[in-house]
């Protein structure tokens, strides 16, 4: 499966060309819905290919849809394991399929770019958060919502466990001087006390893991990092930690000892402050911004100011629909309808114009926007 928080960076956020396929669909979990994500699926495609149909000739049709009727009639896929949506992104360069952490409505676009204002919600709304669980020898990693919270399958290569980072011999040393340590006699190891020796191959490993999830999930998300595990452990942890995305707030029990609903109930009690916090302080900003001039909610304005890259910060509706095209050379908007298949969602487009810019955008739950028209910029100047 394709990694999101890699891949939109890289390949999807700005992607262009002549025929852009995105599709969306909710999907169930548990196995019972397994038939009816298939057919619904499959349903999208057939809207997918009817639009294209629409302007271009069967020829030219087939190899855009067909790796999306391969993941159709891919039994193992619709067997496997499912999050809580589903989406496809297709182009004539790529081929990208990625499992969602929160439901979306269902949606075929065929556009000149990728349709990514879920993606952008999966990544960069404001309720998103990981969860780091630490012992002596391992640690999980996991990514949450207020709503769900699921482990994150770690890449190749990525220090898991005390015997990634030390070594098979300097390992065992370390279990064997933790175990003497502990008053289990008859375990030898190399030479230095066993103090020294556990000390330092804690060090290692936790200095390793920081590194790792600071480079590889922290920074490249902004997410905040909530840990999770014995208190020794997590004290000895922030001691190395040199990730400025770690909360004071911590769980102190390791999450093996927690059913999942119960780490994602406490999780969400640790987080929900914080986040609650950053929304009143967006929408102030807003606010301040506005009466200042600093800030607008005008569809076409922003458009045009998000393309001169004036646009510092862009909340975005997460349930809003503006149909058209933007000019990404002029922010000029031309209104429409997203049955025609070159037409997109004018708000998804700014948000990548936001994002190009170097600015950030924030997808926003409807109650909680300051505005009506789908979406309120800050400026920089």
């Not at 271009?56 to 067997?79: E, M, N, S, T």
């Not at 600093?294 to 100011?305: F, I, N, P, Q, T």
């Not at 510092?312 to 997203?338: F, N, Q």
């Not at 114009?353 to 800050?378: C, F, H, S």
Request: net charge negative; hydrophobic share 40%.
């Amino acid at each position: 499966m394709n990694r999101l928080l890699q891949d939109f960076s890289a390949r999807l956020q700005g992607h262009q060309d002549a025929v852009c396929l995105s599709l969306y669909q909710p999907t169930h979990r548990a196995m019972a819905g397994r038939q009816q994500d298939a057919l619904r699926f499959r349903n999208l495609v057939d809207q997918l290919e009817a639009s294209l149909r629409r302007e271009y000739a069967q020829r030219d049709v087939a190899p855009w849809i067909k790796p999306f009727r391969a993941l159709a009639d891919d039994a193992g896929f619709w067997r496997g394991p499912m999050r809580d949506g589903l989406a496809v992104l297709g182009s004539a360069e790529l081929f990208r399929v990625f499992h969602l952490q929160r439901s979306v409505p269902e949606l075929a676009v065929v556009a000149e770019s990728f349709h990514v204002k879920p993606l952008i919600r999966i990544l960069q709304s404001a309720d998103r958060y990981h969860v780091l669980g630490i012992d002596r020898e391992r640690i999980r990693l996991f990514e949450g919502n207020r709503d769900q919270l699921d482990e994150v399958e770690l890449p190749t290569g990525f220090p898991r466990t005390s015997r990634d980072v030390l070594g098979e011999q300097d390992h065992q040393r370390y279990v064997g001087a933790w175990a003497s340590r502990a008053g289990q006699a008859g375990v030898l190891h190399g030479a230095g006390s066993d103090s020294d020796i556990v000390d330092s191959a804690m060090e290692r490993f936790f200095r390793a893991v920081d590194q790792a999830i600071l480079q590889e999930y922290s920074r490249p998300s902004g997410r905040p990092l909530l840990l999770a595990g014995l208190p020794e452990n997590l004290a000895r942890f922030r001691a190395f930690s040199r990730n400025p995305f770690v909360l004071e707030a911590a769980i102190h029990v390791h999450p093996d000892t927690l059913a999942p609903e119960v780490l994602r109930e406490q999780a969400w009690r640790a987080i929900e402050p914080g986040y609650l916090a950053r929304l009143r302080g967006l929408v102030e900003s807003f606010q301040a911004g506005y009466a200042h001039e600093l800030g607008d909610s005008d569809v076409a304005k922003v458009a045009r100011s998000a393309v001169a890259g004036r646009v510092a910060t862009l909340l975005v509706d997460a349930d809003r629909h503006v149909p058209g095209r933007l000019d990404p050379a002029s922010g000029a908007i031309e209104p429409d309808t997203l049955r025609r298949p070159d037409v997109d969602d004018l708000l998804d487009d700014i948000a990548q114009q936001v994002l190009a810019g170097g600015g950030q955008v924030i997808v926003v739950p409807t109650e909680r926007m300051p505005t009506d028209t789908g979406l309120a910029a800050i400026y920089r100047f």
